[in-house]
């Protein structure tokens, strides 16, 4: 075979194995650069810093500024369009204008099954001192003993002696409870007692911690509050819907993640208030008026941007150039769909690989992308029904839902089968393998 040397054995001569381990290696390397999101660490942002919803940032920093001092922000948009790593930049811009900032990842945190206002508001309070620690703000001692006495503090005097027990032993207190609230159904279930029925006691404490960091640093308080909206809808509807006055209750300004489903539900943004909420839009790649043309043009500029940050994490030459560019026309212009594809197509290389090992030189072509795109696209197939098939070509046909309140359509919107696009309306289309879902089922047109 050509590009591969074979010894009388029969077997593949040292030369190809070891361009075949370079090769490997060099798929695991850009499979793993694809998990690099969201980016926060100088280190990340210098290596594969795309620029990327600029205008969103600005809109989000020039409102944090203006807000009041206990305001509260919502920053929403699909899942996986690249909000972290626009929050990242956001702190960052936020500290250099002169506020203390407390960014942190709910998922952390707490067990993103069991997120409700109560560990919500505890998180918050536990990221502020331990952030004052880690920057050694210099809070009187007598204070910060009492604020850590208070988080043993639970309903159960046997449950706060265990705290008090396992604390004595020189754990790093600030793991020890962000550990416990991950891992520990039980101490969530003892810290919703302590406080469900005294919510202004958290309250009261996060005002306490941020008075102090205020009165040391000389800067006002911000939380940015990541993953939130990567909650199920139930547990967001609980959360901002039945307990928004606890939230919005400390004097702090705060920035809040949701789902983009959330602010189509008519009863919860009136809870959320529009004013409040920043969208970070997809990128569309058509206008409404061409986007179901077989021939539409894209738009070039949407499509170089997501090109970019492909181009910075797989290397040229294990990729074909044309299909770098089918991979991001196939996202739809989320950049989490951008890079799962990414990721699937690298994973295919390395199993080809795998299994013929003879092969030299492989790269990202047609034929993986094809393998890719099949598995992503039945990942998309298996929770559907009939009906919703019928929904999805219905939404694909008039770009917009029969019923935009429906359960069923704020579910797909919030699972990336139904993207949002803007113009100077509202357009809903489909994921563009969703898209091919329905033309294999004969629903919609090939």
């Avoid at 075949?20 to 290596?47: G, I």
């Avoid at 911000?222 to 901002?240: A, E, H, N, Q, T």
């Avoid at 993986?368 to 046909?397: D, E, F, H």
Wanted: charged share 25%; hydrophobic share 40%; glycine share 6%.
């Amino acid at each position: 075979m050509r590009g591969s040397t074979i010894d009388r054995g029969g077997m593949m001569g040292h030369g190809s194995q070891a361009m075949n381990m370079d090769r490997m290696e060099q798929f695991t390397r850009a499979y793993r650069n694809l998990s690099q999101f969201p980016l926060f660490s100088e280190k990340d942002v210098e290596k594969f810093r795309v620029t990327y919803g600029q205008a969103t940032l600005g809109l989000l920093r020039r409102k944090i500024l203006a807000m009041a001092d206990n305001d509260k922000l919502i920053f929403t948009g699909h899942r996986g369009c690249g909000k972290s790593t626009l929050l990242g930049q956001l702190a960052q811009q936020m500290r250099q204008d002169g506020l203390f900032v407390a960014g942190f990842s709910i998922a952390a945190m707490v067990e993103m099954s069991d997120v409700n206002h109560i560990n919500l508001l505890y998180s918050i309070a536990l990221q502020l001192l331990e952030q004052a620690s880690s920057k050694q703000v210099s809070i009187p001692e007598s204070t910060a003993n009492r604020l850590l006495n208070w988080f043993t503090q639970t309903k159960s005097r046997v449950y706060t002696d265990q705290l008090k027990q396992e604390i004595s032993v020189g754990a790093n207190i600030f793991d020890f409870f962000k550990a416990k609230l991950q891992k520990e159904g039980a101490f969530r279930e003892e810290i919703k007692e302590t406080f469900e029925n005294k919510v202004s006691d958290l309250s009261q404490q996060i005002d306490l911690i941020a008075g102090e960091i205020q009165a040391a640093t000389q800067k006002q308080v911000l939380v940015i509050i990541d993953d939130l909206d990567k909650l199920d809808l139930p547990v967001i509807r609980s959360v901002f819907q039945e307990n928004i006055q606890s939230l919005m209750s400390p004097n702090i300004r705060v920035v809040f993640t949701i789902p983009i489903a959330v602010v189509r539900e008519p009863g919860l943004m009136t809870t959320l208030d529009p004013e409040r909420t920043v969208l970070l839009g997809v990128p569309k790649f058509f206008p409404r008026e061409t986007a179901h043309q077989p021939n539409a043009t894209p738009i070039e500029a949407n499509v170089e941007v997501l090109k970019k940050v492909l181009e910075k994490r797989i290397p040229e030459d294990l990729i074909e150039p044309d299909i770098k560019r089918q991979i991001v026309l196939l996202s739809g212009g989320v950049l989490r769909e951008m890079v799962r594809l990414g990721r699937e197509c690298c994973l295919e290389c390395m199993v080809q690989m795998d299994v013929e090992p003879e092969t030299t030189n492989i790269k990202i072509d047609k034929d993986i992308l094809a393998k890719a795109v099949k598995s992503i696209r039945n990942q998309y197939a298996r929770p559907l029904g009939s009906n919703l098939y019928s929904l999805l070509a219905q939404t694909y046909q008039a770009f917009s839902p029969p019923d935009a309140k429906s359960a069923d359509f704020l579910e797909m919107l919030h699972g990336l089968y139904v993207l949002e696009y803007e113009n100077d309306e509202l357009w809903y289309d489909l994921h563009p393998l969703v898209v091919d879902l329905l033309r294999r089922r004969g629903l919609i047109d090939a």
